[in-house]
């Protein structure tokens, strides 16, 4: 591996790290800005796409762009008009991600076991599987602090993964 490459899974890795621990020093708070920014990439996400299609060179796709980009506007608006309720959704899609990811991570690690370093990222998988199944556990009711909690474990167990990783990998250039 690079040391360009190692540099990159440790910076990732800290920035995981700290993420992770800000979330679980405030997971309400945690849980309803990631409601906020989802809700504000959305719309501006939405809005330049509108944008594109309408004043975009591309005329063949211009009417299917602009649906899109207006289904990107209202779920936009409508995460950032009504939190309580994008929360309780979020937090659904959010155990699902966890779900998938820890199932897939779990695939990733036994695949790569002859590397140094996959025992961590075998431990995420199985982490990451396990918060996705009790945060379905805990839907709707626990919306509330459970999406900032939960993100943040997540995110400290995959920036330790990454860090061991990182941390493995050899220093040399090739």
């Given at each position: 591996?690079?040391i360009?490459?190692?540099?990159?899974?440790?910076?990732?890795?800290?920035?995981?790290?700290?993420?992770?621990?800000?979330?679980?020093s405030?997971?309400?708070?945690?849980?309803?800005?990631i409601?906020?920014?989802?809700?504000?990439?959305?719309?501006?996400?939405?809005?330049?796409?509108?944008?594109?299609?309408?004043?975009?060179?591309?005329?063949?796709?211009?009417?299917?762009?602009?649906?899109?980009?207006?289904v990107?506007i209202?779920?936009?608006?409508?995460?950032?008009?009504?939190?309580?309720?994008g929360?309780?959704?979020?937090t659904?899609?959010?155990?699902v991600?966890?779900?998938?990811?820890?199932?897939?991570?779990?695939?990733?690690?036994?695949?790569?076991?002859?590397?140094?370093?996959?025992?961590?990222?075998?431990l995420?998988?199985?982490?990451?599987?396990?918060?996705?199944?009790?945060?379905y556990?805990?839907?709707?009711?626990?919306?509330?602090?459970?999406?900032?909690?939960?993100?943040?474990?997540?995110?400290?167990?995959?920036?330790?993964?990454?860090?061991?990783?990182?941390?493995?990998?050899?220093?040399?250039?090739?």
């Amino acid at each position: 591996m690079y040391i360009k490459g190692r540099a990159w899974l440790i910076t990732g890795a800290v920035a995981s790290l700290i993420l992770g621990f800000l979330a679980l020093s405030s997971p309400i708070l945690f849980s309803f800005l990631i409601v906020w920014l989802l809700g504000v990439f959305a719309l501006v996400s939405g809005i330049i796409s509108l944008l594109i299609a309408i004043f975009g060179k591309d005329v063949a796709t211009r009417g299917l762009n602009a649906v899109f980009a207006l289904v990107r506007i209202v779920a936009g608006l409508a995460l950032l008009s009504c939190v309580p309720s994008g929360l309780r959704i979020l937090t659904l899609i959010f155990a699902v991600f966890l779900i998938v990811e820890g199932a897939f991570a779990i695939f990733g690690a036994l695949k790569i076991r002859q590397q140094m370093g996959w025992i961590p990222l075998l431990l995420n998988g199985i982490v990451t599987l396990a918060l996705g199944l009790m945060v379905y556990a805990h839907w709707p009711t626990g919306s509330v602090w459970i999406l900032g909690f939960f993100f943040g474990i997540s995110l400290l167990f995959h920036g330790f993964a990454l860090l061991m990783l990182g941390l493995s990998a050899s220093n040399t250039v090739g």
